[in-house]
Nanobody
Framework: QVHLLESGGGSAQTGGSLRLSCAAS????????VGWFRQAPGQSRVAVAS??????RYADSVKGRFILSKDLSRATLDLQMTGLTTDDTGMYYC????????????????????WGQGTQVTVSS
């Protein structure tokens, strides 16, 4: 059974920083894409950043502010978030998928094989 365990959520003020971490053995396996999604209240889940076959991709809204990286020694997927805005508020989910689904992640209805339970990020002004 696959487990994705998120940590690092919390509260920050605008302009602040937070670091999210997702612990999962899948992070070390190159046959999967891994990434983070955000779901704001009343909105759909959207991709924030992903790594697929060594290539990192970001949503336009976070480019230049968020950095996604793998720590293979710890088997974690880390999302460093800086320059936070209130629009970054939401539940953040770690996800993993076989490559056949990776192409859907930045589409309106993303699909993944595995989801974490989520960690809340709240940014206040």
């Amino acid at each position: 059974q696959v487990h994705l365990l998120e940590s690092g959520g919390g509260s920050a003020q605008t302009g602040g920083s937070l670091r999210l971490s997702c612990a999962a053995s899948l992070v070390t396996q190159s046959v999967y894409c891994v990434g983070w999604f955000r779901q704001a209240p009343g909105q759909s889940r959207v991709a924030v950043a992903s790594i697929e076959n060594g290539r990192t991709r970001y949503a336009d809204s976070v480019k230049g502010r968020f950095i996604l990286s793998k720590d293979l020694s710890r088997a974690t997927l880390d999302l460093q978030m800086t320059g936070l805005t209130t629009d970054d508020t939401g539940m953040y989910y770690c996800a993993a998928a076989a490559f056949v689904l990776c192409g859907s992640w930045f589409d309106p209805q993303p699909q993944a094989d595995f989801w974490g339970q989520g960690t809340q990020v709240t940014v206040s002004s």
